[in-house]
């Protein structure tokens, strides 16, 4: 099992920054890669980053390359989601995910609002 808890969401004006946090914990030595999706105020679920384990490599969705930026301090225990110049469309709820193998599947944390407002 893991667990993943968010942090860091909050409102704020366009063009401004947040910092997301996800504290990991329980059988993370099986953790493959971590993501960060957001779900839309019209339902949608998009993918965000993603960032792998070993390698360090990272992946983007196109809405958001260039202004976020994912990475990860296993001293603490945490991924963290970098966000700047925020736009309206930023807005959602922002999910933390860890994938593992051995089982192979995923886990989510609750969730953490972003509102970015114009």
């Known amino acids: 099992q893991v667990q993943l ?3 860091g969401g909050g409102s704020v004006q ?3 920054s947040l910092r997301l946090s996800c504290a990991y914990s329980g059988n993370t030595f099986t953790i493959i890669h971590f993501g ?3 779900q839309t105020p019209e339902n949608q679920r998009e993918f965000v980053a993603r960032i792998f384990d070993g390698s360090g490599n990272t992946d983007y969705g196109a809405s958001v390359k ?3 930026t994912i990475s990860r301090d296993d001293a603490k225990n945490t991924v963290y989601l970098q966000m700047n110049s925020l736009k ?3 807005t959602a709820v922002y999910s933390c995910q860890a994938v593992t193998i051995l089982p192979s599947r995923d886990y989510w944390g609750q969730g ?3 509102t970015v407002s114009s």
Do not use: K, N
Request: proline content about 6%; overall charge negative; aromatic content about 16%.
């Open 5 to 7: 808890v968010e942090s």
């Open 14 to 16: 366009a063009g401004g």
């Open 36 to 38: 960060w999706y957001r």
């Open 66 to 68: 260039g202004r976020f």
């Open 88 to 90: 309206p469309e930023d």
């Open 112 to 114: 953490t609002q972003v």
